[in-house]
């Protein structure tokens, strides 16, 4: 099992940044990923870590999104610079139990409540 909870979004400017935490509890070995939801449209993926640290960014974000994690503290990050009013959403952490870096929301099996980001033009 594995909690799931973030923080950190907020209004903020077109150009601005926002850091998005997600403190987990319960099991550590897991790849974290981050997902968003605009209104009407469906749930996509933005980025993942494998427990070992290995990333993989979405094309729609790459260049302005980082994700990390610290396993000491059991928490990942996602750091958004430049954002876009596209870029509005609710954003989730999930956590895929395998250990794999996948993609899919399908592949996992635990999700945090969301974090709403919103940014204004």
């Known amino acids: 099992q594995v909690q799931l909870v973030e923080s950190g979004g907020g209004l903020v400017q077109a150009g601005g940044s926002l850091r998005l935490s997600c403190a987990a509890s319960g099991r550590t070995f897991y790849t974290m990923g981050w997902f968003r939801q605009a209104p009407g449209k469906e749930r996509e993926f933005v980025a993942a870590?494998?427990?070992?640290?290995?990333?993989y960014i979405a094309d729609s974000v790459k260049g302005r999104f980082t994700i990390s994690r610290d396993n000491a503290k059991n928490t990942g990050y996602l750091q958004m610079n430049s954002l876009k009013p596209e870029d509005t959403a609710v954003y989730y952490c999930?956590?895929?139990?395998?250990?794999?870096?996948?993609?899919?929301?399908?592949?996992?099996?635990?999700w945090g409540q969301g974090t709403q980001v919103t940014v204004s033009s």
């Open positions: 999930a956590a895929d139990g395998s250990g794999l870096l996948r993609l899919g929301v399908g592949a996992y099996n635990y």
């Open positions: 870590i494998t427990w070992r640290g290995t990333p």
